[in-house]
């Protein structure tokens, strides 16, 4: 994820802030953010969305049926949780077991994408729930689509080989120009143009 997203994150829910309501109501509009960003990128007429109101529950379901990339597929349970914290706080004064529900949140997440390590002062302290909303945000915005992470893992066994062994091995014997030899390593279709690869994602600040 870009910088350029993290400082809009952190305008609009400072990691700092101390408020439950606050984190639980802003960071849950961020998630739906990231959500709604993560289906468009993977269908094909995303300006028929764009304006459907659709509950944060059905937009975590159609999100996890678009594809089925194992990297990610424990969000989806997470940001159930999530919405879960969300509605308590924005129905209830004063919840019962909420921090039970925050505290089951933050274990599944660090279990399944690792801790935010936090470079800061000692003085400086991270509202947990805030940085698991960040965590979240980001894995989404990161998320490769289908064709990014087939085109990245389809080079990886030509890594270390030269242009010429790139060549002869994507031909493997057959009679490919360069051009096409080219195109097999990146796994392109006639006429495909690879989507915008993501940045790698960022554990540490």
């Given at each position: 994820m870009s910088m350029e997203r993290y400082?809009?994150?952190?305008?609009?829910?400072?990691?700092?802030?101390?408020?439950k309501t606050l984190i639980a109501l802003k960071g849950h509009l961020l998630l739906e953010t990231a959500l709604r960003e993560y289906i468009y990128r993977?269908?094909?007429?995303p300006e028929r969305l764009e304006k459907k109101q659709m509950s944060f529950a059905s937009l975590i379901d159609f999100a996890?049926?678009?594809?089925?990339?194992?990297?990610?597929?424990?969000?989806?349970?997470?940001?159930?949780?999530?919405?879960?914290?969300?509605?308590?706080?924005?129905?209830?004064?004063?919840?019962?077991?909420?921090?039970?529900?925050?505290?089951?949140?933050?274990?599944?997440?660090?279990?399944?994408?690792?801790?935010?390590s936090v470079a800061a002062g000692d003085d400086l302290?991270?509202?947990?729930?805030?940085?698991?909303?960040?965590?979240?945000?980001?894995?989404l915005i990161s998320a490769p689509t289908t064709d990014e992470n087939?085109?990245?893992d389809g080079m990886k066994k030509y890594k270390g080989l030269s242009f010429d062994q790139l060549l002869g091995s994507a031909s493997n014997g057959a009679s490919l120009g360069p051009l096409e030899a080219i195109d097999k390593v990146l796994g392109k279709k006639p006429g495909?143009?690879?989507?915008?690869?993501?940045?790698?994602?960022?554990?540490?600040?």
């Open positions: 400082e809009a994150f952190m305008k609009h829910l400072p990691v700092g802030s101390r408020d993977r269908v094909s007429l996890s049926c678009l594809e089925f990339n194992a990297r990610i597929d424990w969000i989806w349970k997470a940001l159930r949780k999530a919405n879960q914290i969300r509605n308590q706080l924005a129905h209830q004064l004063e919840p019962a077991k909420l921090e039970e529900t925050e505290d089951a949140l933050v274990e599944y997440v660090e279990a399944n994408d690792g801790e935010f302290m991270y509202e947990k729930l805030a940085l698991i909303f960040f965590q979240l945000f980001d894995v087939i085109q990245q495909y143009t690879p989507p915008p690869r993501s940045k790698k994602r960022r554990r540490q600040w």
